[in-house]
Structures are given as C-alpha cells and as structure tokens.
C-alpha cells in the first residue's frame, strides 16, 4: 500500500507535468520528471510500477494521458469540498488561497468562536461553531482545515469527527492524533523552521 | 547524521515538554513522550541516544534540564532573522503568525515587486524586491521564506541564494531546489490537501 510520501511524489509528477504541458510537450521520460521534481529516475519508475502507471509501447509517456491518469489516482476529477475551523489570520489567508481551487479543493463555509468574526454574507461564510456538526451532516462533509490556536485544536478536531469528517489537514503547532479511520495531516510551521534554522546551523559548524 | 524527520520529532518532544512544564511536570519518561507526540517509547530512546541526551542516573529526564538541552540542539537559544519575500494574502498571515516569535524567528522585512505592496513605516516593512540583495547583506540575514506566486518562486530563490540566504522556507507549490549548502523545506499545501483526500478515499474503497 502507498505511504504519504509515495502520494506526495505523484502529486510532484503531476504539477510538473502541468508545467511541461503548458510547454507543449507531447512525450516525457522519466528522466525528465525526474530532473523536473528532484528526484531519482528509478525512483519514478518505481512510483510508476506502484501505481499501476505502464509506459506506451514506444516508451515514454504521452502527457496527455498521464496526467489524466494521475488525476484520477489522486482525485482530482470531483471537487471536494472543506470545512475550516478557525478564522484568524492563517484562517482567512487559506480562505483565499488560490491553489486550493486549483486542486479542485473547496472550503464551503468557515467556523469560529468569535461572534466579530461571523459573517454569513460573505461567499465562504464565517458560522458560529456551535452550527459545524449540523453543517456538516447536512452537507455530507468529510473534510477539514484546523486554523485555530493551539490550545483549541484537540477540542475541535474532536468535534470535526464526531460530526462524520474523515480528514484534517491541521495547523496548530500542537501535534493532533484521531481514531484510525480518519487521516490526519499535520503541518508545523514552527518545526519546519527549526528544521532549516537546524540544518544550516550543523553546516556551517561543519566547514 | 540526523535527517529531517528526526529534527522534527525533536521539535515535537520539545513543544510536549513545554506543555507539560506548564503542568508542573518535573520529570518524564521516554513513554511519557511517546504518548504525547504519537511515536513508539523506542522511538524516543532511539532519538535520544542519536542527539546524545542521557537519562538521569535514578531514570526519566528532569523537564527543566530536558527542555535545556533540546533548545541548545534545535539552536532555539538565539533569534533568528528572517526575510520574506511576497507580501500577499499568505505572505501577510505569516508576518502575523504568532507562533514564530515563540520560536525565536523574526521576520524583520517582507520584499514585493508590487508597489501598492511597499510600506517602509510598518513594523515588518514591506520593501521593493530590488532592495533585497543589500537588505541581506546588511544584515547578515541567513534565512528566508518564498510567499510568491509560483512562477515567480524559482527566481526569487535565486536572488536569494546569490544574497546568501542559506535556508528558505518555500510556499509556492513548485518545488524548488538550491545548492548543496543551501537547506530548502518545500511545503506544498495543494499536495498535503491531495494526499488526505487521497488516504480518506482509500479507507473508503476498501469498506
């Protein structure tokens, strides 16, 4: 079975292969979406052969069709809608992100404790947190972004699954764990930045 | 020598102990640790044993000394000076984010090539792109964060690099690449989102 890694690479193969499109390539190797994506060409064949993905007869691929391929793989034929909860300024800058549309992801409605924050005028609308497990079972959601502080997180991530969703993708800076049928996607802006600050540092005392 | 993901359970164990410090937790045990960051008690010896931490001769690990010696590691002692390059929607939420401060990261200037963008009066000043090169060298700034658009992303970096910038924090979701002794942490939000949608799929086929 495909780990997280083996999905992030084939969704590199893809963004590349948007570009190299876009270039009017017609045929690629996996050379090229190997230089294209910074990594190995065994590597790709090997993702490949776990996909399911076979070359054409006269080797290569035709761009046109792995990407459709890839689309499918990773689900990009049907939208999928969101949630989010939590609505300060890492909340509201998703909220326009553009490459979330471009991913056939959209957040349908936001959720927040703050009643200065409610706006149910706007395209997304800002909701009370008290309407998220109604909104969600109503509109069959199964999706969610946690962009709360972190001492909110558990408790709304709790709340997120009960209502029925089944995938996070979690903000806060405090690590979030669920029950086993739901996927938990943690980013940590601080840990990434200690991860470079760290690296460079053991470089330099390196030289 | 350390990879990425160990730097990152390091920053995980450091953010639980903050946590349980303000528990009133004295001491703590491997499985204390491992319970609260989702990995295995071995895990945690493992990782000790690679950062050179050693227990308490009566066992577990005093928090206080612990958290000490896990700043020392992940260099959390001094403040490091950030420059942003991108000053929209993302790239102002993460002038605000407030969880950089808490980890000694300080944006000190955000570049764009957008006039309307230029604000020199504000506290993190907005500044043309132009400036970036003395900006840097000025100030001896080492680290940098991409919050462009993505087709400007590649040539930001290389401005950067030729600056000498050595970490760069990447947003825009084509995948950058540096010099050998340049660190780049990519992180793609669209990718993230599209392996949940993916997993949660998954798990749902196989009912």
Request: with cysteine; aromatic share 8%.
């Amino acid at each position: 079975m495909p780990n997280k890694n083996d999905v992030i690479r084939l969704s590199r193969y893809r963004n590349a292969l948007v570009r190299l499109r876009a270039l009017n390539f017609v045929k690629v190797f996996c050379d090229n979406l190997a230089d294209a994506t910074g990594v190995s060409a065994a590597q790709v064949r090997k993702d490949f052969s776990t996909f399911d993905i076979s070359q054409n007869s006269r080797g290569g691929y035709d761009v046109k069709e792995l990407l459709k391929r890839l689309n499918k793989i990773l689900n990009k034929d049907t939208t999928h809608e969101f949630i989010e909860v939590g609505a300060g300024n890492l909340g509201k800058a998703l909220l326009r992100y553009p490459g979330f549309a471009r991913s056939g992801i959209k957040i349908v409605a936001c959720f927040d404790v703050d009643p200065d924050k409610y706006d149910r005028q706007a395209e997304i609308p800002v909701l009370p947190i008290e309407e998220l497990d109604d909104f969600v079972r109503e509109h069959q959601i199964r999706f969610g972004i946690i962009s709360t502080p972190d001492v909110a997180a558990q408790q709304v991530l709790v709340r997120m699954i009960s209502a029925g969703i089944k995938g996070v993708l979690n903000f806060a800076s405090i690590y979030l764990r669920g029950p086993e049928d739901c996927v938990i996607n943690n980013i940590n802006l601080e840990s990434e930045i200690e991860n470079i600050v760290y690296f460079v540092n053991l470089a330099e005392k390196s030289k």
